[in-house]
Each structure stands twice: as C-alpha cells, then as structure tokens.
Nanobody, 122 residues
Framework: QLQASGGGLVQAGGSRRLSCAAS????????VGWFRQAPGKGREFVAA????????YYADSVKGRFTISRDNAKNTVSLQMNSLKPGDTAVYYC?????????????????WGQGTQVTVSS
C-alpha cells in the first residue's frame, strides 16, 4: 500500500514537498514514479526512479524545478517541487512497479497511492 501526502495550496513561485510512504513492501525493490492529473486531463508523468535507484527521469515540464529522492531507511520517496506554477495544479500520485523500464508509462505501474492535491495560485 502506498500513501501520498504533502499536498496543499501554495502560491506561484513557492515550494512544496510530497512524500510517498510504502507499507508492506520495500521501495528499494521497485521503480517508483510520480504522476499527476489535472481536471479534464489524462494522467501525466512527472518523475521516476529506476528500479535500481540509480537513475532518475523527469518530464520536460518539471526538469530543473522538481527533484525526486528516496530514503530507503524510511521506505519513502519524496518529490521536492520548487518554482511552482499554476500549471502544476493537479492531483499527484505516487506509484511503484516491479518490472519493466518504461518509467514514463503509467499503465506499467502495479501499485498506486490515493493521490494528494496540489493547488498553485497565481
């Protein structure tokens, strides 16, 4: 089970840190990704760790502003979001997958958190 937290209301230019905690499984054995979905839009890839944890991937729209990190000791994955824009407003989901390397493809993820709302005001 995955539990995402940290969402809320933030002004444009501000920062927010999302966390994803896993219970019943160890993140170090999974690739972990963050996705988001804005109203009326499809689920969009944001960032991901490879299953080995050695590589990170980012959507072009967040590169340089967002950072994904993991804490294996705490079994959590975080998404630090800086320089937020109104276009970043969405429900953010964390997800984990055991196999495959198409980290940007949400259909390949096996486990999903419940989502946390991030609203960026202008």
């Amino acid at each position: 089970q995955l539990q995402a937290s940290g969402g809320g209301l933030v002004q444009a230019g501000g920062s927010r840190r999302l966390s994803c905690a896993a219970s019943g499984r160890t993140f170090s054995s999974y690739a972990v990704g963050w996705f988001r979905q804005a109203p009326g839009k499809g689920r969009e890839f944001v960032a991901a760790f490879s299953w080995s944890g050695g590589n990170t991937y980012y959507a072009d729209s967040v590169k340089g502003r967002f950072t994904i990190s993991r804490d294996n000791a705490k079994n959590t994955v975080s998404l630090q979001m800086n320089s937020l824009k109104p276009g970043d407003t969405a429900v953010y989901y964390c997800a984990a997958r055991r196999l495959g390397t198409s980290y940007r493809d949400y259909t390949g993820y096996d486990y999903w958190g419940q989502g946390t709302q991030v609203t960026v005001s202008s």
